[in-house]
C-alpha cells in the first residue's frame, strides 16, 4: 500500500512549482510585458476610504494661477471654492499662461473678495540707465491694482522664467541687481512666493533607481548649461539672508520633500522664511509620518496652496491627505506610482496650515 503522507507530500509539491511557475520572470511573462508607466493599480485592502467633501476649516489658497480663460470661468471657480470651504485664492500671474496684468485684475475684479492678486518682477531693461527705477515703478503699480505679493517668481536653473512681461532668463534671486526689487517688495510688505529647483529625483539618472521614474521621464531636468539643484538652493538662500526685511515663501516645500531635515534647517535659521504645500501632495503623502511630523514641527511657517486647477476632486484629494488617517491610495492622475496616506493633522495644526497663517503674513505683515 502506498503512504498517504507521502501522496500529500508529493501533491502539495507540485502545487507549489505550479504557482511558482506562474510567478516567475521568464521571457513572456506578464512582469516583461508591464511598462511601469501603465501601472494601474487597485487597491484590494480593506481599509477606510474617507472622501473629505469640504475642508474642516476655512481655506486661504496661497498657490494658484490665473488659470480662468472667461468670467463664467472665474465664476464657476468661486462656486467650487464655496463648495469646498476655500474663502479666497491667491492669482499668480507670472506664470506661463499670458494676458498683461491690467486685464487679468479686469477679470477678477467682479469676484475680487474671492481672489488675491499676484504680480512678477518686470526685467525689461535690467542692467541699462533707468532701471531699477522703473522696475521699482511697475512694482508699485501693480500694488496700486491690487497686487498684494510677488510671484511666482521661479527658477529651475536658468533664471526667471516665469517672469513677465521682460525676459528674466540668467537673472536668479540672488543676483544683486535683483536686490533693491527685492527690498522694495519687503517695503511694500508685499512677500515674494519663488519656486527654487524641481524635485531631486528629475536630477538623477532616468534608470532603474529613479524612484520618480514615472514622472522624472516627463519632468527630467538638464543641468548641462544651467545652475544644478545645489547651485539653486545656494541662491535662494542667500536672498533670503540677504534680505531679512522681506518674506520670501518657498514653493512646494522648496522642492525638499525628500529632506525635510534639510528644509527644517533653513526654517530655523530665516524666520522671514515660509513654505506652501502647493502641487506635491504625492511627493509628501508617500512619505506619510516623516511629513506630519515636520508639518507639525513647522506648523507656524506652512501656508497652504494648490497650483493644480479649479476643480472640487483636486481640492478634496488634498484635504484627504492633510485631514485623514487613510492609508495606502493611489492618484494616478498626478502622475505618480506611489501610494498615498494621510497625515490626521491636528485641528490647531490644520487651522494655521488652511488659514491662519497666510492671514498672520497678509494682514500683520502690513
Ligand atoms: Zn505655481
Known amino acids: 500500500m502506498r503512504n498517504p503522507l507521502l501522496i500529500v507530500l508529493v501533491s502539495a509539491s507540485v502545487a507549489l512549482v ?66 469646498v470651504g476655500v474663502l479666497n485664492t491667491a492669482v499668480m500671474h507670472c506664470s506661463w499662461i499670458g494676458r498683461p496684468f491690467e486685464e487679468y485684475v479686469e477679470l477678477y475684479a467682479p469676484f475680487k473678495d474671492h481672489f488675491k492678486f499676484w504680480c512678477c518682477f518686470d526685467y525689461t531693461g535690467i542692467g541699462e540707465e533707468g532701471w ?21 517668481l521661479g527658477d529651475k536653473g536658468e533664471g526667471d522664467t516665469y517672469a513677465r512681461p521682460g525676459d528674466g532668463h540668467n537673472i536668479h534671486i540672488d543676483d544683486p541687481r535683483v536686490k533693491p526689487l527685492i527690498e522694495k517688495a519687503g517695503e511694500l510688505k508685499m512677500p515674494i512666493s519663488i519656486h527654487i529647483a524641481e524635485p531631486y529625483w528629475m536630477y538623477l539618472p532616468m534608470d532603474e533607481t529613479n524612484d520618480g ?10 543641468t548641462t548649461n544651467c545652475y544644478g539643484y545645489n547651485k539653486l538652493m545656494e541662491s535662494f538662500e542667500n536672498a533670503v539672508r540677504e534680505n531679512p526685511g522681506t518674506i520670501f515663501i518657498a514653493c512646494h516645500y522648496l522642492n525638499m520633500t525628500h529632506d525635510l531635515p534639510r528644509l527644517g534647517a533653513l526654517l530655523d535659521k530665516y524666520p522671514n522664511m515660509y513654505f506652501d504645500i502647493s502641487a506635491r501632495v504625492a511627493e509628501s503623502a508617500h512619505t506619510p509620518r516623516a511629513t506630519r511630523e515636520f508639518l507639525i514641527k513647522y506648523q507656524d511657517r506652512v501656508l497652504f496652496g494648490t497650483d493644480n ?12 491627505v492633510l485631514e485623514t488617517n487613510d492609508e495606502h491610495f493611489y492618484c494616478p492622475e498626478l502622475g505618480y506610482h506611489w501610494a498615498l496616506s494621510g497625515f490626521n493633522l491636528p485641528d490647531e495644526v490644520l487651522k494655521k496650515l488652511y488659514h491662519d497663517n497666510a492671514e498672520r503674513i497678509l494682514t500683520e505683515y502690513k
Open 18 to 83: 505550479s504557482c511558482n511557475a506562474s510567478r516567475s520572470n521568464e521571457a513572456g511573462s506578464p512582469a516583461d510585458k508591464i511598462f511601469l508607466k501603465d501601472f494601474n493599480p487597485i487597491v484590494v485592502n480593506n481599509i477606510p476610504v474617507t472622501h473629505v467633501e469640504r475642508a474642516k476649516f476655512d481655506i486661504i489658497d496661497m498657490h494658484a494661477h490665473d488659470y480662468a480663460a472667461n468670467i463664467e470661468e472665474v465664476e464657476q471657480w468661486t462656486k467650487v471654492m464655496d463648495q
Open 132 to 152: 531699477p527705477e522703473n522696475a521699482i515703478a511697475t512694482l508699485e503699480r501693480c500694488k496700486e491694482m491690487g497686487a498684494i505679493g510677488v510671484g511666482e
Open 213 to 222: 521614474l514615472v514622472n522624472a521621464v516627463t519632468w527630467h531636468v538638464d
Open 309 to 320: 486647477g479649479m476643480e472640487a476632486p483636486m481640492y478634496q484629494t488634498i484635504f484627504r
